[in-house]
């Protein structure tokens, strides 16, 4: 199949899952076209089967904001015919749900039908979707494409509880390639044969203000009060300084390393035994399913679809979002007894290879099958 995907090329989530999942795809005998303003940064080199396409959006004097879906609609428009798409795959609502439609009408002109499947993230819907000046072109774009996936049960509720959507909604999980994070566990053996004394607490953000790096902070020095630790803060992003600050007041700078962006969480992670998800809203939490594959035990918030992937007591804790006490005191209990985290580590691997690359991209193949079918 020839498939053309939309997404954002940063570090979000989002554009992660969609570059993988080109990626996979190629690997699967497919055509894959991303389509973009910039490179997908996980996006390896581009060859024969794997395209990259540039938006181009000038700019005019007149213009307080570039318009960016048209350009990215007469993008779509473009590749779609220059290549002969089959299907067009939108990731993350807006705009790029909207822009699907507009191109799908302006194909439809030229007696061409292409399929749209969208899919939500998360964000998406639970905040920017949401706002007024939205909600009604949100609406309207998911109501028109083909077939719509979500990334949890509990984002197909929320976009159903939000919005008036009268389209059947599949939810398909973000996903992993187990097997990398196999290979690096050994690498990490061979490169550290002796692991160092401290326990090794983590976090991998955008440092928005919805992953609440703060209460990581918090709660990180509430644990190093007890036990002999350090915390990796992986991920750029607004709160990033204020952080820094924070750790500077609270004198533990010393025992926090901020890593910066990283393309190879899983090596950042190999030696964490603690991970630390906090956020006031995460559609499914992709962060926290790398931790898991890296077999580190978890503690997040309760918020979205985190409780889908995060089993309590059993991969970690799932604790109510602000309560700091209670993820200091469980986090505290993990760490330390040595027989309950290596099972909740075991527990937390076990339960990431339910969302294997190997699992889940052939559901994606399925959905595009399907949306072919419908618009035949
Ligand atoms: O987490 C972010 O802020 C980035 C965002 C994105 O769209 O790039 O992530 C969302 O999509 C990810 C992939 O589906 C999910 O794993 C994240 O949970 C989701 N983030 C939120 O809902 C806050």
Redo the contacts with the bound molecule.
């Keep these: 199949m020839k498939i053309a995907i939309v997404c954002?090329p940063?570090f979000?989530?989002?554009?992660?899952?969609a570059t993988e999942l080109g990626m996979s795809l190629v690997d699967h005998g497919h055509e894959v076209h991303f389509i973009a303003y910039k490179k997908p940064v996980r996006l390896s080199d581009v060859n024969e089967n794997l395209y990259f396409h540039k938006v181009n959006v000038p700019d005019y004097p007149l213009f307080s904001f570039v318009p960016y879906e048209l350009a990215l609609s007469t993008k779509l428009v473009g590749v779609v015919k220059q290549y002969s798409i089959d299907v067009l795959h939108v990731?993350?609502a807006i705009p790029h749900a909207y822009a699907a439609y507009m191109a799908k009408k302006m194909l439809k002109e030229q007696s061409i039908n292409i399929p749209i499947v969208t899919?939500l993230?998360?964000?998406?819907i639970?905040?920017v979707g949401n706002h007024p000046s939205y909600k009604t072109a949100v609406t309207f774009s998911i109501n028109k494409s083909d077939i719509v996936t979500c990334?949890?049960k509990s984002?197909k509720e929320d976009t159903l509880n939000q919005f008036e959507i009268k389209k059947e909604i599949k939810v398909i999980p973000?996903f992993i390639d187990i097997n990398k994070y196999i290979i690096q566990q050994d690498l990490c053996v061979v490169e550290n044969p002796i692991p160092s004394e401290k326990f090794i607490v983590s976090h991998v953000?955008?440092f928005?203000p919805?992953?609440n790096i703060f209460n990581v902070i918090k709660v990180f020095y509430n644990i190093q009060k007890e036990i002999d630790c350090k915390l990796l803060m992986i991920g750029e992003g607004p709160e990033k300084i204020k952080a820094e600050k924070m750790c500077n007041d609270l004198g533990i700078s010393h025992l926090v390393e901020f890593l910066g962006n990283t393309n190879q969480v899983e090596k950042n992670l190999c030696h964490s035994d603690l991970f630390l998800l906090p956020?006031s809203?995460?559609?499914?939490?992709?962060?926290a399913?790398e931790a898991m594959a890296s077999k580190v035990a978890v503690i997040s918030s309760n918020a979205?679809?985190l409780p889908e992937i995060n089993i309590d007591g059993k991969t970690g804790y799932v604790c109510d979002f602000n309560d700091i006490n209670s993820m200091t005191n469980k986090g505290i209990s993990i760490l330390n007894d040595k027989k309950t985290l290596e099972l909740f580590k075991e527990n937390a691997f076990n339960k990431a290879r339910d969302y294997d690359i190997n699992k889940i991209v052939p559901l994606y193949e399925k959905t595009y099958s399907e949306a072919v079918k419908i618009t035949k």
């Design positions: 954002y940063t979000g989530g989002s554009g992660v899952m990731h993350y899919t993230h998360g964000t998406d639970t905040l990334v949890s984002l973000n953000s955008n928005r919805v992953k956020s809203t995460e559609s499914f939490g992709l962060a399913l979205g679809g």
